[in-house]
Protein backbone atom coordinates (compact mmCIF):
# COMPACT_ATOMS: atom_id res chain seq x y z
CA UNK A 1 0.00 0.00 0.00
CA UNK A 2 2.64 2.60 0.67
CA UNK A 3 4.75 1.82 -2.31
CA UNK A 4 1.30 2.86 -4.15
CA UNK A 5 1.30 6.06 -2.42
CA UNK A 6 5.23 6.98 -2.92
CA UNK A 7 4.69 5.88 -6.68
CA UNK A 8 1.70 8.90 -6.92
CA UNK A 9 3.49 11.77 -5.03
CA UNK A 10 6.47 11.10 -7.64
CA UNK A 11 4.11 11.79 -10.52
CA UNK A 12 4.49 15.51 -12.63
CA UNK A 13 1.81 17.69 -11.43
CA UNK A 14 2.00 20.93 -13.61
CA UNK A 15 -0.22 24.02 -13.17
CA UNK A 16 -2.30 25.94 -15.65
CA UNK A 17 -4.98 27.75 -17.56
CA UNK A 18 -8.13 25.85 -19.09
CA UNK A 19 -8.56 27.28 -22.51
CA UNK A 20 -10.93 24.79 -24.36
CA UNK A 21 -13.84 22.42 -22.66
CA UNK A 22 -15.48 21.57 -25.85
CA UNK A 23 -15.03 17.88 -25.51
CA UNK A 24 -16.55 15.54 -23.77
CA UNK A 25 -14.56 14.60 -20.41
CA UNK A 26 -11.50 16.24 -21.63
CA UNK A 27 -10.04 19.66 -21.33
CA UNK A 28 -7.27 21.58 -23.01
CA UNK A 29 -5.00 23.25 -20.05
CA UNK A 30 -2.10 25.46 -21.16
CA UNK A 31 0.91 25.41 -19.20
CA UNK A 32 3.18 28.51 -19.36
CA UNK A 33 7.04 28.55 -17.97
CA UNK A 34 9.04 31.68 -18.64
CA UNK A 35 13.12 30.65 -19.79
CA UNK A 36 16.30 32.16 -20.14
CA UNK A 37 18.04 32.46 -23.05
CA UNK A 38 21.75 30.68 -22.03
CA UNK A 39 23.39 33.33 -24.23
CA UNK A 40 21.34 36.52 -24.22
CA UNK A 41 19.88 36.54 -20.93
CA UNK A 42 16.28 37.35 -21.96
CA UNK A 43 13.76 35.73 -20.20
CA UNK A 44 10.76 34.26 -22.82
CA UNK A 45 7.70 32.41 -22.23
CA UNK A 46 7.19 29.36 -24.02
CA UNK A 47 3.56 27.53 -23.37
CA UNK A 48 2.23 24.07 -24.18
CA UNK A 49 -1.14 22.57 -24.31
CA UNK A 50 -2.02 19.56 -22.29
CA UNK A 51 -5.15 17.14 -22.71
CA UNK A 52 -6.27 16.40 -19.47
CA UNK A 53 -9.44 14.07 -17.98
CA UNK A 54 -12.09 15.99 -16.54
CA UNK A 55 -14.70 13.24 -15.44
CA UNK A 56 -17.16 15.65 -14.19
CA UNK A 57 -17.06 17.96 -16.83
CA UNK A 58 -17.29 21.36 -14.57
CA UNK A 59 -14.31 23.23 -15.08
CA UNK A 60 -14.90 25.54 -17.21
CA UNK A 61 -12.92 28.12 -19.74
CA UNK A 62 -10.11 29.91 -17.89
CA UNK A 63 -10.17 27.72 -14.66
CA UNK A 64 -6.89 27.42 -13.47
CA UNK A 65 -6.11 23.73 -12.44
CA UNK A 66 -3.27 21.51 -10.87
CA UNK A 67 -3.18 18.16 -13.29
CA UNK A 68 -1.24 15.08 -12.85
CA UNK A 69 0.53 13.04 -14.45
CA UNK A 70 -1.38 9.29 -15.08
CA UNK A 71 -2.01 6.58 -16.78
CA UNK A 72 -2.75 6.53 -21.13
CA UNK A 73 -6.63 6.94 -20.86
CA UNK A 74 -6.97 7.52 -24.64
CA UNK A 75 -4.39 8.09 -27.87
CA UNK A 76 -3.88 11.95 -26.54
CA UNK A 77 -5.07 11.95 -23.26
CA UNK A 78 -2.10 11.61 -20.30
CA UNK A 79 -3.21 13.61 -17.80
CA UNK A 80 -5.98 14.15 -15.65
CA UNK A 81 -7.20 17.41 -13.09
CA UNK A 82 -6.29 16.89 -9.63
CA UNK A 83 -7.84 20.58 -8.26
CA UNK A 84 -8.86 23.75 -9.13
CA UNK A 85 -7.26 26.39 -8.04
Known amino acids: MTSV ?3 RSQRRMKK ?17 RT ?9 T ?3 KKYYAHDEAGTHKVGDTVTIMETRPISKIK ?3 IVEES
Open 5 to 7: LDA
Open 16 to 32: GTVISDKMNKTVVVMVK
Open 35 to 43: IRHPKYNKI
Open 45 to 47: SRS
Open 78 to 80: RWR
